[in-house]
């Protein structure tokens, strides 16, 4: 069964701090991996999306890696901001498949 | 900008109710999907739609039902509502597959709330 485990369930950091949350998969065969941003109440919004051949992605403070072979990936949030603060959705989509898979979230808290 | 709106943000209705929750977006789009997060369990797939008139069973259709008569809108019913069906409801709405980066645009959420 495809499943998406994510790493911590919840993280709480101080204001200008780095951090990296994890996301491993057994989804087969892979067509892409994105990592979401949801802020309570809200939908998902999307921050990367990689494929098979990228191995890292960025989006301003936020960099995502990818090891396709151990299916693995990381995100990384550097010089974090309160505005971080909110779940982070690791989401894998199989090739030739409308459906993804979802991690269930790491919760970020970002505190002064 | 992709938008995808749903009816209400916040949603309060009584066991045995028909519910409607309506979704709309402006892309084009050919599939949408419904889905529902709980605490614990994270997005779980409803139903989906590729095409008009189209749809397909998700993870956990049972209890609910769709409709999708035009594009650009898809609509989740729940029958008879039961307080199992608290929960927050997100639609999502993505380009004709094949492509590597097709990507899933989400709606803000409904909030529903089954007394």
């Known amino acids: 069964k495809n499943q998406v485990e994510q790493s911590p369930q919840s993280l709480i950091i101080l204001e200008g701090k780095n951090c990296t949350l994890q996301?491993?998969?057994?989804?087969?065969?892979?067509?892409?991996l994105r990592w979401y941003k949801q802020d309570t109440g809200r939908g998902p919004v999307s921050l990367t999306i990689?494929?098979?051949?990228?191995n890292t992605k960025s989006n301003g403070r936020y960099t995502a890696t990818l090891d396709a072979d151990t299916k693995q990936s990381s995100l990384h949030i550097t010089a974090s901001q309160l505005s971080d603060s909110a779940s982070y959705i690791c989401v894998v989509k199989g090739a030739g498949s409308y459906q993804l898979t979802f991690g269930k979230g790491t919760k970020l808290s970002v505190i002064p | 900008d992709v938008k995808v709106t749903q009816s209400s943000r916040y949603l309060v209705k009584r066991t045995g109710e028909k519910v409607f929750l309506e979704c709309v977006q402006d892309?084009?789009?050919?599939?949408m999907f419904w889905y529902r997060q709980d605490p614990g369990l994270g997005l779980r797939l409803i139903y989906f739609?590729?095409?008009?008139?189209?749809?397909e069973k998700g993870d956990i259709p049972e209890g609910y039902s769709v409709s999708r008569e035009k594009k650009e809108r898809f609509s989740l019913i729940l029958e008879s509502a039961s307080t199992n069906q608290t929960s927050m409801y997100l639609c999502a709405s993505s380009p004709h597959g094949g492509l590597a980066r097709d990507e899933q645009f989400f709606g803000p959420g409904t909030r529903l709330t089954v007394l």
């Open positions: 892309m084009d789009h050919e599939n």
């Open positions: 739609s590729y095409d008009v008139k189209m749809k």
């Open positions: 990689m494929t098979f051949s990228e």
């Open positions: 996301c491993n998969y057994t989804v087969s065969p892979f067509s892409n």
